[in-house]
């Protein structure tokens, strides 16, 4: 089945840095790649997702790459601001199974300081 | 619109007892998830419905667990003479089409304490 590898497991930068949040999964047919945050106390909200048939998508200050061929996938956060502090995960939906069930990374927990 | 809804938001349970967590999802979603989440850790399947036929229960950790569907909209997931094993965040994701990959939505889940 599916493998996820999520990192760093911690991350923090100063407010108006970029931030960088890497992904690789192990399943060559998956083919949809969400990204969530999770604020304490909160469920996961997505916030930006993309398929396989796309390289990059880019939504405001938030952006995330896909490269097929070396199973891996990552999340950009350009002019961090202090309520960009959550814990982020990575997924990826499991392309055998037929139910596309989620595989979650690990989590990433960011610290934007200000 | 509202978004998916758990029910209770925090169980305490004395080992040995039963549980029964609610989820209410988006209206009209057919594809409804069960995760459970350790503290640290990123959520993992537990099972999943289309409509009322619960299609994938593979991520279940024992007979212990039971999940049910029964008129396609909100669901149980039940879980038997708890361990302490089972304290976690239990999550609930709706999703508006039918598996493919589709976005899923999450509610604020329940987190479950076993004592």
């Known amino acids: 089945g599916e493998n996820v590898e999520q990192h760093p497991s911690t991350l923090s930068v100063q407010e108006g840095d970029s931030a960088v949040i890497k992904c690789t999964y192990s399943?060559?047919?998956?083919?949809?790649f969400p990204w969530y945050k999770q604020e304490l106390g909160k469920g996961p909200q997505l916030i930006i997702d993309?398929?396989?048939?796309?390289g990059e998508k880019k939504d405001q200050r938030i952006a995330v790459t896909l490269n097929k061929t070396a199973k891996h996938f990552s999340l950009h956060i350009t002019e961090t601001q202090p309520e960009d502090s959550a814990v982020y995960f990575c997924?990826?939906?499991?392309?055998?199974?037929?139910?596309?069930?989620?595989?979650f990374g690990t989590g990433t927990r960011l610290k934007v300081l200000a | 619109g509202a978004g998916v809804s758990q029910s209770p938001r925090y169980k305490v349970a004395k080992r040995g007892q039963d549980v029964a967590l609610r989820c209410d999802p988006i209206?009209?979603?057919?594809?409804l998830f069960w995760y459970q989440q350790a503290l640290g850790q990123g959520p993992e399947f537990l099972t999943y419905?289309?409509?009322?036929?619960?299609?994938?229960k593979s991520g279940l950790p024992s007979d212990r667990f039971f999940a049910e569907r029964p008129e396609g909209s909100v669901s149980t997931l039940k879980i038997q003479r708890t361990q302490q094993e089972d304290s976690a965040v239990y999550l609930c994701?709706?999703?508006?089409?039918?598996?493919?990959?589709?976005?899923?939505?999450f509610g604020p889940g329940t987190r479950l304490t076993v004592l």
């Open positions: 994701a709706s999703s508006s089409r039918l598996a493919g990959g589709d976005t899923q939505y």
């Open positions: 399943d060559s047919a998956s083919n949809y």
């Open positions: 993309i398929r396989s048939n796309v």
């Open positions: 997924a990826a939906s499991e392309g055998t199974s037929g139910t596309y069930k989620y595989i």
């Open positions: 209206s009209g979603h057919v594809s």
């Open positions: 419905f289309q409509n009322e036929a619960q299609l994938d």
